[in-house]
């Protein structure tokens, strides 16, 4: 039997794969995904994919909507919200994520209560993504998101891959900053690297603002085709175990802490 989890990072696979992708996640142990839609202007985008997924399995499939973030209002971020979207995505900006003509996007989002993640670091060379400078979705921009909107519950994707030292601190200062280790990372990044990088206990000198261990802002996350679902969630129990992680602290990377950002029942 594998941990029932909550896998906060992927994406439509294409109405054709869906069913397939209803099993891999059975398979498993994953009992929430969230879908992370992209916008029109990407191709494919799939934020409609992405909805109609969740409507015929409601009981797996999160919708993200995923924003025009140099086109859309912060009326558009409404809208998609009353469509049943419950989360925000972000990826390709023009400009840094902390540009300042991006915060009514995000302050929308807060008032919202809409969890937004975004995209961080390198992204796939490829067609869809030729144009995107990888330097204006860094770490250190949720930092300054973080502070300036305490109110906002941000995830940074792929652990800022390969600004993760960046990732780390800003996940220490920042309650409301938490932190996904999809893509490639668990396939280079090694286990004492990543312990060294999330290193703070809850208490002592050293802690975070808001008392919580580090292991506690991470939550487990795929992002890959159906098929290498399982390898990824094999990833992430090798890293807990080399880690020797408590059974508290990986119940909060599996479930726990996806549920609170997601408004969801506590696993029992
Ligand atoms: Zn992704």
Known sequence: M???SIDIHQHFPGTNKL???VQACADAGIVKQVLLGLPESRVPGDNA????????FPDLFIPFYGLEMDAD???NISRARDRGFVGVKCIA???????????PLYER??????????????VANNKAWNDCDSNLMRAIHLDHIARMIPQLTIIGAHFGNPWSDEAGMACRWNPNLFFDFSGSLLKYRSPQFLGDLLWWQSDGPYSSPDKTTAWQKICFGTDVNSDLMEDVRQDHENLMNALNLTPELRHAIWYGTAAKILKLA???
């Open 2 to 4: 594998r941990t029932k």
């Open 19 to 21: 069913d397939a992708r």
């Open 49 to 56: 994919g992405s909805l109609e997924a969740s409507r015929l």
């Open 73 to 75: 209002t912060p009326d």
């Open 93 to 103: 900006p023009r400009r840094p994520y902390n540009d300042p003509a991006y915060f």
């Open 109 to 122: 989002c807060a008032e919202l209560e809409l969890p937004v993640l975004y995209h961080l670091g390198i």
């Open 266 to 268: 506590p696993e029992v």
